[in-house]
């Protein structure tokens, strides 16, 4: 079973341009997350979409948005690029979003940098 | 507010014992997830707990206490290769949503 893809891998944008990331989750899951990571920061969630629906959002301005589509798979895009918006974005799908057992699986992440 | 401490870094011993600390204060509980994330790697799944006790899979243990906010994830005869990042992350009540720790650095030396 293929796990969860992302592309691209490596980007680098600079301040004011807009980026798409993409996300193709794991075949079945129906639940994906985006998360953005920073050093000494953690894992920030940025939101998570089932069934075509955005579900939960996190505390990130308008400028981050997403998508997704009839298959599952996920695209999310930043507006107006920021220096502090240089970080690794990360997808997690999940066969579902209501049970409490619901391990989420990475995929390698999305390396932007802004300059 | 909702909140998951960890120690930033450790350092341990190849051969040793090592335990990471996991503090969280969250509205609501639905079961406590710990995750391992290797440089320029995604997180992988290492273990859930969502009832008191001790729960052991192999060389890692994780041990909750919800009376006491509190979790540790317990790694032993410790090798090369568990030189990570640990990742604690709690689901409350909010959504399902997960909260996560900032991680825990740990450096393995030989």
């Known amino acids: 079973k293929a796990g969860v893809t992302q592309t691209p891998r490596y980007l680098i944008k600079t301040r004011g341009q807009q980026v798409t990331l993409s996300c193709s989750p794991i075949?079945?899951?129906?639940?994906v997350s985006w998360y953005q990571q920073t050093p000494g920061q953690g894992l920030q969630f940025l939101f998570e979409?089932?069934?075509?629906?955005?579900?939960n959002k996190g505390n990130f301005p308008g400028r981050f948005s997403g998508r997704q589509f009839s298959n599952s798979r996920s695209e999310m895009n930043v507006s107006t690029l920021e220096l502090g918006d240089s970080a690794l974005y990360l997808c997690?799908?999940?066969?579902?979003?209501?049970?409490?057992?619901?391990?989420?699986?990475f995929g390698p992440g999305t390396r932007l940098t802004v300059l | 507010g909702q909140n998951i401490d960890q120690p930033t870094e450790m350092t341990a011993t190849e051969g040793a014992i090592v335990q990471i600390n996991c503090t969280y204060q969250?509205?609501?509980?639905?079961?406590l997830f710990w995750y391992q994330q290797h440089a320029g790697e995604a997180p992988t799944f290492l273990s859930y707990?969502?009832l008191d006790g001790l729960e052991e899979k192999g060389r890692f243990s994780s041990f909750l206490s919800r009376s006491k906010g509190y979790s540790y994830l317990l790694l032993k005869e410790l090798q090369m290769k568990d030189s990570a990042s640990y990742l604690c992350?709690?689901?409350?009540?909010?959504?399902?949503?997960?909260?996560w720790g900032a991680g825990t650095k740990l450096i393995i030396k030989p």
């Open positions: 707990n969502v």
């Open positions: 969250t509205s609501g509980f639905n079961g």
């Open positions: 979409y089932f069934s075509e629906t955005q579900r």
């Open positions: 075949s079945g899951h129906r639940s």
């Open positions: 992350a709690v689901r409350g009540n909010s959504n399902y949503q997960l909260i």
């Open positions: 997690a799908s999940s066969l579902s979003r209501t049970e409490l057992y619901n391990e989420q699986f």
